[in-house]
C-alpha cells in the first residue's frame, strides 16, 4: 500500500536560508508526486507535481523537487526563503492506480516558520 | 483557471443539527472529495465521488454521508451533528489521476 512520510512536523528557518523539506514515499507503481501549500485558514494549493517526465521539478514561488526513485524521495527545496512561505506544506502520491481509485495519500503535513 | 467553491467559510452548529456542506467546480471535473482537517492529523478522506450518483468511502466515513445529483456539486451532510465533527472541512476536485484543486475549506464548529 501507499504511504507517505514527511521528516519534520515543524521546521525553522532564517529569512534568506535554503528550505529543505523532506518527503519519502512508498509505491508498487510509478507514481504521480506533489507538493501543495496551505497558508492559514486557506484551502490547499498546488505547488508543483512529479509525472514520470523531467525528475527535477520546478513550481512556484521559486520552489523546485526532485524526484530520486532510488531513495523513494521527493524532497521539496527553495534556495532563500522568504517570510511568505510560512506556511504549511503537504506531500502527495498518487493512490493505486485501479477500479475508480483516484485517490492521494497524503503526508501529515510539515510546517514552515521563517524568522527574521 | 480552476475554481472550487464552498457554501460557508465558517458555520457554527448545534449539537444533533443536520448539517449540509456544498461544494461546486466549474471545470468538468470527474473526481469530487470531501477531507476533514484537524491538527496534527493531516487531510483525511471523508468520501469521494468519481462520477455522479457514484462515491465511495474514505478514510473516515463514519457519521457523514455525500450527494452527487451533478456533476459539478458534490455535497457533505452530516445527519446529526456531534461536537467531535467540530473541523476544517476542504473539498477537491481532479481530472483522472491529475492534482486535485481545493476549495478555500469550512471551518465548522458545533457547540
Known amino acids: 500500500a501507499q504511504s507517505v512520510t514527511q521528516l519534520g512536523s515543524h521546521v525553522s528557518v532564517s529569512e534568506g536560508a535554503l528550505v529543505l523539506l523532506r518527503c519519502n514515499y512508498s509505491s508498487s507503481v510509478p507514481p504521480y508526486l506533489f507538493w501543495y501549500v496551505q497558508y492559514p485558514n486557506q484551502g490547499l494549493q498546488l505547488l508543483l507535481k512529479y509525472t514520470s517526465a523531467a525528475t527535477l521539478v520546478k513550481g512556484i514561488n521559486g520552489f523546485e523537487a526532485e524526484f530520486k526513485k532510488s531513495e523513494t524521495s521527493f524532497h521539496l527545496t527553495k534556495p532563500s526563503a522568504h517570510m511568505s512561505d510560512a506556511a504549511e506544506y503537504f506531500c502527495?502520491?498518487?493512490?493505486?492506480?485501479?477500479?475508480?481509485?483516484?485517490?492521494?495519500?497524503w503526508g501529515l503535513g510539515t510546517s514552515l516558520a521563517v524568522n527574521p | 483557471d480552476v475554481k472550487v467553491t464552498q457554501s460557508s467559510r465558517y458555520l457554527v452548529k448545534r449539537t444533533g443539527e443536520k448539517v449540509f456542506l456544498e461544494c461546486v467546480q466549474d471545470?468538468?471535473?470527474?473526481?469530487m472529495f470531501w477531507y476533514r482537517q484537524d491538527p496534527g492529523l493531516g487531510l483525511r478522506l471523508i468520501y469521494f465521488?468519481?462520477?455522479?450518483?457514484?462515491?465511495e468511502k474514505g478514510d473516515i466515513p463514519e457519521g457523514y454521508s455525500v450527494s452527487r445529483e451533478k456533476k459539478e456539486r458534490f455535497s457533505l451532510i452530516l445527519e446529526s451533528a456531534s461536537t467531535n465533527q467540530t473541523s476544517m472541512y476542504l473539498c477537491?476536485?481532479?481530472?483522472?489521476?491529475?492534482?486535485?484543486?481545493f476549495g478555500p475549506g469550512t471551518r465548522l464548529t458545533v457547540t
Open positions: 502527495a502520491v498518487s493512490g493505486e492506480r485501479s477500479g475508480n481509485n483516484r485517490k492521494l495519500i
Open positions: 477537491a476536485s481532479s481530472l483522472g489521476l491529475k492534482e486535485q484543486y
Open positions: 465521488s468519481y462520477d455522479v450518483k457514484m462515491k
Open positions: 471545470m468538468d471535473h470527474e473526481n
